[in-house]
């Protein structure tokens, strides 16, 4: 009998901490599993000189010992290309469908929930995530996405940190209805979730630039390389009836190239066969400079580089990025991305295709706390990871080209798209529209037929807009609260939170319904210890420790630990550059000002010129930091005054006081809130 090498062998690796160590993984046996053949196989190293065999249909074992496989990767397995059982559990009485299903509709881009705030019985319905390349969202998709939230949703749709529309409440009777509609607006959510890749980010701006419409277009094709071939999810929802769009050349090229053994011939998944990836896996493009994308969270990380006169010519690639963590695991963390190298443009899809290749197969199948590519990257190290994936790309990687500092951009407000139209962005606190905001966003979408661009941190852009169409675009959104950014708290316009409860099954504490509360205590922390309404940190919320808002990226990010409590996280930067690290654990939600008060006094008596909160806390050390904390007995007492920029005389300032204090607010923030929301509608639209 003919033996052969394992493949996805990951020797045990010191990660983060010294004693943290992950065992040792042996991958699935290809003596275990029949591969559906290569029209060549390319060696991996010395270490992996045997054929490197891809997963596949599984053959009966042929040792007495068969390596641990995790319960997914066998629904998986036996789905028939991720149909089965789920295209018999939408069609049961039951209003939930069963464990397996749950796992596969998920690469259907749905997640099964239920209330979590209602208690006896479990009242089930389903979250669809929509997949949208670049944050596109064509006319058509917004307003039938603005239809299905009242007519089978809950009333509201949610942008993601992803560049997507979540449609929460969906119940089970209605999923292929809510389906087909989406595929009739020519969009999907096929592989919005899953083990595949997710939705691709690029930088949500309509700028008619050559370098933001080369990131556009390159993120489109690799979304379009990346999507699954074999008809699953149209089988499932409209009864196979294919929705044929056009493909770029390349894209098919590329996807069939078989030179060096990355596909499955004879596959309807030549990329990723039967048992598709080992988790999620997050690509996302950008422009030097530009860090609306969060570049470094991603598992692959793509950068145009130009010439002198801006024509693309390349990229840089960044991988291993990765925000999910399990609490008091500490082999399990968020990590950044890492430089990887540079292909010339023409090469893109292939070198993707190969760091995807080696993932599927090399990643660990039978943990699936570290089975996204940043543990293989951080077990392998970045040497052996490239030399792996330059097996498959069939060239070595160039040099990473220099880049100039990544800065974060909004791209709210309005601005010159550079066609002689105008786009709007609008901030949309934790990415929630519904009420009012819904029903003006409706009006203007519509009355003026607008294309929208949805942006990675939970805002809307209103795209193609005409001078004449400024001043009453912005009346209509002014009545409903969506402002000019000058006119939003700087706390709010860089914020961002998790849904958590009610819905997600995973949160431990209050994320989107607690964000609001905490942001107004953090502005009144601010006045507290003299910091200016115009300085800001960037505030992160999540209800769990998965890192769906990137709170490891934030200033001051706050991950829930338990009810009513959070983890506390210092040292991101606000360009999005530096990882954050653990600062305090299971702080209760009502004692948060005992650790920010003394935080934000040090940091505006002691910062450096111009550094931010994140510089601030990095250059202190945390055994300082928690001295700090620790001796805090509140700040120096100032004698009393008033804010005479707001405040004419006393009776005033006590009258607006009062008042202010029914709404749980100071009296400088009600007057501020009153001054904004009437010189927001007053606007004209004349300010840019």
Not at 529 to 545: D, M, P, Q, W
Not at 619 to 626: C, D, N, S, T, V
Request: charged content about 25%; glycine content about 8%.
């Amino acid at each position: 009998m003919t033996t052969t090498t394992p493949f996805g062998s990951v020797n045990t690796a010191v990660l983060g901490e010294p004693k943290a160590q992950i065992a040792r993984y042996h991958g699935l046996r290809s003596a275990n599993w029949l591969g559906l053949t290569r029209s060549r196989h390319a060696p991996i190293s010395s270490a992996y000189s045997s054929l490197i065999r891809a997963v596949a249909t599984p053959a009966k074992p042929e040792t007495a010992t068969e390596t641990k496989r995790s319960k997914v990767e066998i629904f998986k397995e036996q789905s028939n290309y991720i149909r089965y059982p789920l295209n018999e559990e939408i069609l049961t009485d039951a209003p939930n469908i069963n464990e397996a299903a749950t796992q596969l509709i998920k690469f259907h881009g749905s997640y099964q929930q239920y209330n979590r705030d209602e208690r006896g019985g479990r009242s089930y319905s389903f979250m669809l995530r929509t997949k949208n390349p670049c944050g596109k969202v064509s006319n058509q998709l917004y307003l039938t996405m603005d239809d299905l939230a009242d007519q089978f949703g809950i009333g509201t749709l949610r942008l993601t940190t992803r560049q997507t529309f979540q449609l929460h409440g969906v119940l089970k009777k209605d999923l292929k209805t809510v389906m087909s509609s989406i595929i009739n607006s020519m969009a999907s959510t096929l592989g919005a979730c899953g083990d595949l890749n997710r939705n691709v980010l690029a930088p949500p701006a309509p700028i008619q630039r050559k370098d933001y419409l080369f990131a556009q277009q390159t993120a489109e094709n690799i979304a379009a390389l990346l999507t699954p071939q074999s008809g699953f999810y149209y089988d499932v929802w409209v009864d196979g009836e294919k929705f044929l769009t056009a493909e770029p050349p390349e894209v098919t090229k590329a996807r069939n190239d078989n030179s060096h053994g990355t596909n499955f011939t004879d596959s309807p998944e030549p990329i990723y066969g039967t048992q598709f990836l080992p988790r999620k896996f997050k690509i996302a493009v950008t422009v030097p400079t530009d860090n609306s994308v969060d570049i470094l969270t991603n598992d692959i990380g793509v950068v145009v580089v130009t010439n002198d006169e801006g024509e693309p010519q390349g990229f840089n690639l960044y991988v291993g990025g990765g925000m999910g963590r399990t609490h008091r695991l500490e082999t399990t963390f968020a990590r950044l991305a890492e430089p990887l190298g540079y292909v010339p443009k023409e090469d893109i899809l292939y070198a993707i295709k190969a760091i995807v290749v080696t993932q599927r197969e090399n990643g660990r199948r039978d943990d699936r706390k570290y089975s996204r590519m940043k543990y293989l990257i951080s077990s392998w190290g970045i040497e052996k990871f490239r030399s792996v994936v330059e097996q498959y790309y069939g060239k070595k990687f160039e040099q990473f080209r220099e880049l100039p500092e990544w800065e974060f951009k909004s791209h709210l407000g309005w601005n010159k798209q550079g066609d002689g139209s105008y786009y709007c962005g609008l901030h949309v606190d934790n990415g929630r529209i519904g009420g009012v905001m819904k029903k003006a966003l409706r009006e203007v979408i519509e009355k003026y037929n607008l294309s929208i661009r949805l942006t990675p941190n939970q805002n809307i852009i209103l795209c193609d807009i005409r001078t004449a169409w400024k001043r009453p675009i912005t009346t209509i959104l002014a009545k409903a609260g969506l402002l000019h950014p000058r006119f939003v708290d700087p706390l709010n316009l860089t914020a961002m939170a998790c849904p958590a409860f009610p819905l997600c099954p995973l949160a431990i504490t209050e994320a989107e319904r607690g964000i609001p509360d905490i942001l107004k205590r953090v502005r009144a922390v601010f006045e507290k210890v003299g910091l200016k309404y115009n300085e800001s940190v960037v505030i992160r919320v999540t209800g769990c420790a998965n890192g769906c808002a990137r709170p490891y990226m934030a200033e001051l990010g706050l991950v829930g630990d338990g009810p009513n409590s959070y983890q506390i996280w210092l040292g991101g930067t606000p360009n999005q550059t530096s990882i954050a690290r653990s600062f305090m654990n299971k702080v209760k939600v009502q004692d948060l000002e005992k650790v920010l008060e003394p935080l934000f006094y040090y940091w505006r008596r002691k910062r450096q010129s111009r550094e931010s909160f994140g510089g601030y806390t990095n250059r202190m050390g945390f055994e300082k930091l928690q001295e700090l904390v620790d001796k805090w007995e509140g700040p120096e007492v100032a004698p009393a005054r008033y804010n005479l920029k707001l405040f004419a005389d006393k009776e005033t300032y006590e009258a607006v006081d009062e008042l202010a204090k029914q709404q749980d607010k100071t009296a400088h923030q009600l007057a501020m809130e009153v001054i904004r929301n009437f010189v927001g509608s007053q606007q004209n639209g004349k300010s840019e």
